[in-house]
Structure formats: structure tokens, C-alpha cells
């Protein structure tokens, strides 16, 4: 089942010839619209016209989140600000969130992009689609939304939490396909066998999860406690929210939607163009996108391309599933967390030292964020009830800086393991 | 009177008070009182020694977080009551108690307590006859009525 088989399946000659036409058209209008870019392409000595292929794509310099928090908010636009009808938000490393701007025509992509990703996973005008991702200033819930909507699927728009009532819609409403976490998804299964329900009970068929990294032993966990098929999203709102490549029924990596995303994989150390078959970091550009287009952007995330022929007919590349970061960002119930913003706050309050660990570990399937701070003299009080304050103040300190709730544990000066000089930031216990 | 008190922070796992009372051992410093207040992840561990200053260092040094406060402590009555009468002259003074622990005493007549309030020098004076009729001789730093 394709949503749109002429993109879907076309020849690669044709999809390069494609690209190659959408990426000099792209070139030349950030150069001319975005100061940024035209800057960049300066410093590298380089003119729009030079680029006249998809193969010169390696020519262009990349563009890094860093660059989008230099530009916030509005810096990297290409169009005026009237032309801009939604904005999005992630949370970035400093407490400032990166945003981005689409057109109506962006929109339209994504809706087109994600109603390919939800047919794929078996969705149609018949389908009820439960939308359990977040709405709001996070790409998944909304981006799911339209797609559902240009399938012509019924949408319940329930956003994330409340696993009961979730449960209950998905049995009253008759819901067939289920879109969250993929975390989420084993936290509802897990929340209708207490609940007394079985798969027999639901009338489920099969879930569109991203948004956080998963493994293959989770697949098949949730497609045995859901009795569902387990798809497989990607996406970043830098590039459009989810949407960018998704899983087909062969469930043997991700069909980039290349013909408005071009992926690349590079050695995140040397930014050397690497070979398909070898890991390295994902480096994507938008081909077609008007509001904000990104050329060459370094998603951090390590993964594998492989542009064999699929059995399910697709002739769009496949990425492998995310193996990793090339950074130390953390995803937290699909919140993306930095070591550096909990450094942030804890030297924002002043008295506390800027030692510190985040331990992250799944409880019920649901990932749990505990932050260990080292007592100081200066923090120190021989009274439980100021400690308990100070514990209390941090917390609510990083729950507003990450967007997710943390547990503040205080330690004794010194505890946190200090390796060469430098402590060890991040223990990541969750078997995933 | 008024006294210093030591309080460490602990961690609350096995074997963190044991630590402290090692060091302590370790440089032949005798406790005259202790209390443990805790959470469910950490304690603060409050104790009376005849060397506020330095047990501070020692422990200061052995890289525990280390704070001296300065407390009230007085004799009471070793009999049904003895502490009540106290505390409701405190109580009665509008003073807030933070904490109270009992001492180590010499007498079996007498009972010493510590206590913490937010108003230590109008405490002292309200419990005054008592707890700061002997003043600390100057020359040794001893506390006359306390056995070190």
C-alpha cells in the first residue's frame, strides 16, 4: 500500500534528477532570502551556481543546531513573517528552545510526507487513528494529526497521558491504529493487563512509534502485548517533525522520504561524506521546504544508509534504525534533555556545585530522570525541612529548563565518580 | 547556654554513619550527643563533642560537608515533666523549636537536652537560671556540670 506511488517507487535516476533540480533551486533561494546562509556559502568560497547537482552537495557547509540558537528566532526563515503559519519549538541546550517556521505549502508537505508513513503502516480512510503523542509545541502530535486527516482516517486527537482513559477510547471508539512513544506503548499494555483487557479486546492493528530510540526486543514485546504490527517513525522538527522516514511492512529500516529530504551519513569527526553500508552521523537537507529550510543539517544521530532495492516495492533509501548519538543528548519520554542545560540551572541557583550525574532508568516503562547534586558547605543546613526546600527548588527549576520531571537527589562532596579529572555525566540504565 | 553544634551530611545507605564515626574515632574525638534526622535519601547527623572547632577541620578534611551551629542546651528534671515546663515557656514566647535531642548527663537526677529554635538568644534568656547559670570557664573552655 503506497499513498503516493509514483514518489514512492520512482526510478533512481529519476529521483537524483529530481533532487539535483529541487537542490539548486533551494541553493539559490536561501542564498538570496537567508543572510546565514549566504554568509556560510561566502566563507566557503562558494556560489550558488556552483552547485548543480545532488553529487555537489558536498560542496555546501553544514548547519548545526548551534547555528539555528545563534539565529533564534527567526534568523534562518527564508520567507517574510507573513507567509509563516505555525511555529514549533524543541527545548535546546541553554533553556532556549530552537524553533522552526512552516508555510502553508510546508504544511502541505508534512500532511503528504505523513500520510505516506501512516499508509504504510496499513492506515486508510477507514482506519481510527489514537493520536497519544503530545500536542503542542512538539512536532508529534500534530504532525501525526494531518497526516491521519489527508488519509482521510477518523482521528481522536487524545494527546499524551492518561493511560486509562486511553485504554478506554481505544475500546469504545474502536481504535485501529495507535500513535505514541514507543515506551508509551508498552506503558498502556502494561496498564490494560492490570486493567484486566487483552489485545482480543481491542480492535488494534497496528502502531506508528518514534520519537525516542527503541530496539528490536521492544518490538517485539509491544507488537505481543498490544497484538499489533510495530512501525518504526523518524523525524526532527529542525527538518519537519516526524514524517522524515518511516518503516514499510518489511520493518528492514526506514524509507527516507528523499524527495524532500536528502540524507547523507558523514564521519561526525572529520565531516567526510562516508559510503552507504557505513555508520556514521545523519546529516539531512531539505529539498523542498519554504519556511526554514535547512541545508545539510547534523542531526548528531548515528545510523546506517542502505539504498538496496526493499521487497515491499519502495525504491526510497532506508536508514537504518537511530544507533546513537553523536552528542550527549539524552531522550526522556521523548523530551530531548542535555547534560548542559542541568549544568545550567544548577549554576544558575548559585550555591550548588556544578558536580553532578544524570541517571536515567525505565521503571514500568516509563523512563525516570534522577539528578545526583554534591552537597557544599555553602548549600549545607542542619535542618531536614531547608534541605528539603533546596531539593524541591532544583527540581522545579529543571522541570521548567528540560520540560521533564527530575528527581533531585543530594550527595556528599566527592561521590560522584570523577574520571581523568572530569566526571561522568550521564548513566544510562535503560535496557532498551 | 549556648553551644556549638557539628552536623555532617550523610548519604542514607549502609555504612555511612559507621564512615563518620571512624574518622572520628580515628582522631580520638568522644561524642557527648548525637542525633540522626533523615530522609529517605539522605541524614544529617548532629552531635555535641567538648572540640567544636576542631572536629569541624577533622571532618571538614575527611571531605564531609560541615556546618556548626550554634544550639541551646539545658538541664531538666530527670522526672515526668521535667522537659514539658520548657518547652511551654518557649512555646508560650512565640519561639519555634526546629529540633530537640537528649544529652549524655552526669547526674541521674538530671536530664540534659539540645534544642534548635529560630530565636536562640530570647530561648536562652526564657530557660536563663537553668541552662546558663554556669557559664563556661574561659581558661579550659569547659562547661562546669558536663562531665568532659
Known sequence: MYWNKPMETMDRQQMAELQSARLIQQVRRVYRQVPFYRESLQKAGLLPDEVGSIEDIGKLPFITKQDMRDNYPYGLFAVPLAEIVRLHASSGTTGKHTVVGYTSRDLGIWSEVMARTLTAAGASKQSFIQVAYGYGLFTGGLGVHYGAEAVGASVIPVSSGNTQRQIMLMKDFGTTLLACTPSYALYIAETMKEMGLSPQDLTLKAGVFGAEPWSERMRGEIEKALGIKAFDIYGLSEIIGPGVASECPCQNGLHINEDHFYAEIIDPVSGQILPHGEKGELVLTTLTKEGMPMLRYRTRDLAVLDSAPCDCGRTLIRMSKVLGRSDDMLIIRGVNVFPSQVESVLLGLGETSPHYQLIVDRADNLDNLTVLVEMTENMFSDEIRRLEVLEHKIEAELASALSVSAKVRLVSPKAIERSEGKAKRVIDKRMI | ?148
Open chain 2, 1 to 148: 547556654m549556648i553551644i556549638q553544634q557539628i552536623s555532617v551530611f550523610v548519604e542514607n545507605r549502609p555504612g555511612t554513619l559507621a564512615e563518620v564515626l571512624g574518622v572520628l574515632k580515628e582522631h580520638a574525638i568522644n561524642l557527648r550527643a548525637l542525633s540522626v534526622a533523615d530522609t529517605a535519601d539522605f541524614g544529617i547527623l548532629r552531635m555535641i563533642v567538648n572540640d567544636p572547632a576542631k572536629v569541624e577541620r577533622i571532618l571538614r578534611g575527611a571531605g564531609y560537608a560541615v556546618k556548626a551551629t550554634p544550639v541551646l542546651t539545658m538541664t531538666v528534671a530527670d522526672t515526668p515533666g521535667g522537659l514539658l515546663e520548657k518547652m511551654e515557656s518557649l512555646s508560650a514566647a512565640g519561639i519555634n523549636v526546629e529540633y530537640v535531642y537528649a544529652f549524655a548527663a552526669t547526674s541521674a537526677n538530671e536530664a540534659r537536652v539540645v534544642i534548635k529554635v529560630d530565636n536562640l538568644e530570647r530561648a536562652a534568656r526564657i530557660v536563663n537560671g537553668d541552662a546558663t547559670a554556669a557559664p563556661v570557664d574561659a581558661a579550659t573552655g569547659d562547661v562546669p556540670g558536663f562531665y568532659w
